[in-house]
């Protein structure tokens, strides 16, 4: 049985209060799809009656049943064509609840909904959360889940599919407020190994804009279809072994994930007014806070522990100079790539007795990596040296299959308070599971400082759009309009000091930076270095502990408290379903 399929992705601008004139335009696009041999096709978010609705009471005439008239039009089409259809609608159930939903239609009728389980801002007024969480449905044609708009944005709802054994992500939006493809569905496909087909709505409804983009992602994070602006199919192809292959072979491979470090995934710390939770008892409360200057340096490691404290000491005292408070250095950045095994150094020791006098002489907070020998055992780890002499070690928890022939993993998170904020420590691979952030998070973390030796792809640019934007938001190129822990700190209401080795000869691509906190926010608060050897610094606010509720996003954490633990509990399995 072939395991290509062509699929396609409708854009379309709904109008409101005309639901036959949706569904008929709908149906009239799916039709072109499945006529141009499409098995898989997926329609906006709300796509049979438009978005922005006042209250119950105004949608209410448009809402309708799961089967009801609205679905048997398109099973009827699905029949025809022997395909598959995600139709986003309202949903009414029988108790008289509405719903924000999307469908999964068969040539056999429905197979399967999601209903939308974290709702935009302006949803609550009409629709109740969605009860459904994440399914996974298996079809001839591959094993599909779906997600409606906001949804991805938690870590946990796509990564609970793939584990699930999804194939492809259907994700269905009204997509606002940002160029598209949006770098949360790019990082999505990325970190889960699974296609992302996203159909989008564009045009603009009560002041409004929908910014389009509808596209097809494939497993690796590549954009290999999108669709810019105005109604429309967007065709592609999808090959299910690729993705498959790239779950279980692949470097984001869950079998390196580590289920035993993730059972606080199912708490939920920010439910509770964060200022009195993380101060209760008395027990490690929130360090204060303040507005800092944060660094990350990239340079190329050599084999030469000398040479390396020589840059690392060039680079804090520049970063000093410019008024920097902590700097952040790449993994292995004192002893090395080429053979930590040989170069790696006791903690405490020599060389982070050269880092506490660098520290102390600059006044700065160090975040450095560095291969660590613990008696007969070796660690990839990285040390925040603090001006006062204080040393926090962090030892890497996820490691890589070449890192497995010399290092042990570490068992356990480095969370440490200090006057910039409440600093979490991860180290280069660890970024790419989404666990591992949240768990910090999760701790109350302001900021995570990520030492990193990434090679290949975690990055990508953007051609510009022709689509209007309101400003802020960008219309022109961007060389860095994806970047995989821009996602990570916005998923996480936190700043992420991200240092890789800037090295082309050895195919790291450096792309060093300070990512900000507020997923919504435009233009973005960051800094990207994207050359060699150099710093990038930007300024990092955790003040406003003093309020009686935190009103500053990195504290209040909106995004973190929005989700929905309950139903966590496939992430903390010692054995994925289909892994």
Known sequence: MSTKHKVAAVQFEPVMFEKERNVARLLELCGQAAEAGAKLIVTPEMGTTGYCWFDRAEVAPFVEAIPGPTTDRFAALAARHDCYIVVGMPEVDQDGIYFNSAVLIGPDGIVGRHRKTHPYISEPKWAAAGDLHNQVFDTPIGRIALLICMDIHFVETARLMALGGADVICHISNWLAERTPAPYWISRAFENGCYVIESNRWGLERTVQFSGGSCVIAPDGQVIAVLDKGDGVLLSEIDLDAARARRVLGEAVFSQRRPELYPELLTDTFSWNPRDFFGLYGHEPWPPGKTSRVSVAQFAPRDDIDQNFEEIAALARKASAEGADLVVFPELAVTGLGDPATSAQPIPGPVTDRLEE???????????????????TLYNSACLVAPDGDISVYRKTHLTAGERSWATPGEGWTVVDTPIGRIGLLIGHDASFPEAGRVLALRGCDLIACPAAIKGRFSSAHAGT??????????????????????????????????????????????????????????????????????????????NLDSVYPTNVVRRKDLVSMRMPHSYRGLVKAVANNY
């Open 358 to 376: 660098l520290a102390a002489e600059l006044g700065l907070y160090l975040v450095c990596g560095l291969a660590e020998r613990a008696g007969g």
């Open 466 to 543: 022709e689509v209007e934007q309101p400003k802020p938001i960008p219309t022109g190129p961007d060389p860095h309009h994806w970047h995989h822990l821009r996602v990570r700190a916005g998923e996480n209401n936190l700043f992420v000091a991200f240092a890789n080795v800037a090295d082309p000869e050895r195919f790291y691509p450096g792309l060093s930076g300070v990512f900000g906190p507020d997923t919504f926010a435009f233009p973005r608060r960051e800094a990207i270095a994207a050359g060699g050897t150099g710093l990038a610094t930007a300024l990092v606010d955790t003040t």
